[in-house]
């Protein structure tokens, strides 16, 4: 599967690409296996999405624990995610499927979904500017507005958007707090909140504008930063 | 020759160095080096022999050992994991060999190297002149550099900036969450270049011989480009694309609330790049060229002097305006 056909099956899906590119994909689709089977797996991923009720206050599933616990068990792989072996570059490396990801993307999605109903509902706003965090008070609707504010534990900054993933990191780095020093489980926690506001803002947006392909893949893409993120503090918190 | 590497490394017996060391291996090619830091610098350099040279300052108290690992060897500081507990590892290494360098509070700095490069990182700063095949950098809440690298190029921040210039690559892709992106290099024939922000403005210059598809995506940033365009389709929302000659490389910038700016490049690079550029070298020079001393004895006094100079990289690098000056009216280093 080449990676510039991989780029395009998001694209493709969304109906995106443009019609010369599309049928370059399709030429292509009808000659690989491998691109053939991720793009149904991602049009069930797609189907099952859409057969999920749009927003639930609290998380019907979460996939991630398994996920854990499974990357935990050195040596033991995930069904259906490869685990790189072999020389030191890529020895401590696990990378997931498209499909495997966008799965966990959804687990995610719900749970950052709950969270951000709730943080709406107490009518809280989060924005992000270059390295600044702030708390502002904003109609849902509106474009994201900035302001500077340094990100901070003490700041006051978690607003409840944030709760559901730090509540993920922090039973994640339980185990390794002996590990981790407090800095880090902080840069940790404050870069989980930046994915989160980043995340609640593409979620807005798309309520904004529903018919946006970008901001779709954009929020896919962002969710993707949130389950790399995780999986790295998992790694940093099991690391010997 | 790998298989042999692999040997030879195997039969190297693990062995610790002490505060202040200054060894020299020779060194089969084709043996991949990988270190581990949790806190303080890797700072390496590169060399035609082959042979690796090892300096290392670190506390009494800790450790750094050297060990077999794979087809390689595995250079690790063992110190109580807590940020001022820092080791320096200072290196110089065959132009040839590749690079794996994982930490926690650790500055990365690589220069000359011409073998792959991964770099993963939290805290750190990630500055990597060379590369050749497969550059990977990773950090969390820093900046990335990269410059003079051919290969497959991926960088990752969330919190910070991605620069990357006098790059040679078909295949790019750089991401951060918060922070900007600023790309200058080959746009190869079907090659593919990814830039993505979230928060951060996104620039690229686009050389005069490129052929490419470019695609612009954002919900409420904007665009700019330094020349004229036609648009050859508009989708959905602010995403549109255009073709610059005959469309053979894709060109995807993304940046949700951000400014997307493209430009021609031509010899000369750009004025942001220019000033990155030489911050850049002035961090090489001094942190290549420093002697390597007593941990105990610096640390206070570097400490607060290198998080001085990166803040003064940090708020450079983002506040350009069109000239090249510093938007806020601070002075620029050089100016100082």
Known sequence: MSDRFTESLSDYLDGGLPASARAEFESHLRGCTECSETLEGLRNVVARARMLPERSATPEIDLWPGIEARILETGRPIPGVQVRRGP??????????VPQLAAACLALAIVSGSAVWYARRSGLEQTVQSGRLIIGSTNAGNAPSFADATPSAEGGLRGEASKAGLDELRRILADGRDKLDPATVRTLEESLTII?????????????????PYVRAHLNKTMQR???LLRRATMLASAP | MLAAAAAIAASIAAFSLPPGSDTTLVVPRGLNLDVANYSGEVLIDAWKKSSLRIRTDHYEQDKVMVSPLGKGLLIKAYSKHQEERGAVIRLTVPEWMNLDISGIHTDVVIAGTEGQVRVETVHGDVLVKGGRRRINLATVNEDICLSDAIGTIAAETVNGDAYLW???????????VNGVIAYEGTVRDKGVYHLTSHNGNISMG?????????????????????????LSEKRA???????????????????????IQIYKSGATPNAQIQKIDRLSNKIYAKYLTKPVGKVERARSEEAMEKSAKYEKYRKYGK??????????????????
């Open chain 1, 88 to 97: 030191s570059w890529a020895s401590r490396r696990v990378s997931f499927s």
């Open chain 1, 196 to 212: 989160e506001i980043a995340i609640g803002q593409a979620r807005r947006a798309l309520e904004a504008d529903p018919a946006n």
């Open chain 1, 226 to 228: 949130k389950v790399d």
């Open chain 2, 166 to 176: 006098r790059i040679d690559s078909d295949s790019v892709s750089v991401s951060t």
């Open chain 2, 206 to 230: 686009i050389p005069d011989n490129a052929s490419a598809a470019v695609a612009i995506s954002t919900f409420s940033g904007d665009f700019e480009s330094s020349f004229p365009i036609t």
């Open chain 2, 237 to 259: 929302g602010t995403r549109f694309q255009f073709c610059v000659k005959t469309c053979s490389a894709k060109v995807d910038l993304e940046s949700f609330q951000g400014t």
């Open chain 2, 319 to 336: 506040h350009y305006d069109d000239n090249g000056d510093a938007e806020d009216g601070g002075k620029d280093e050089d100016e100082e």
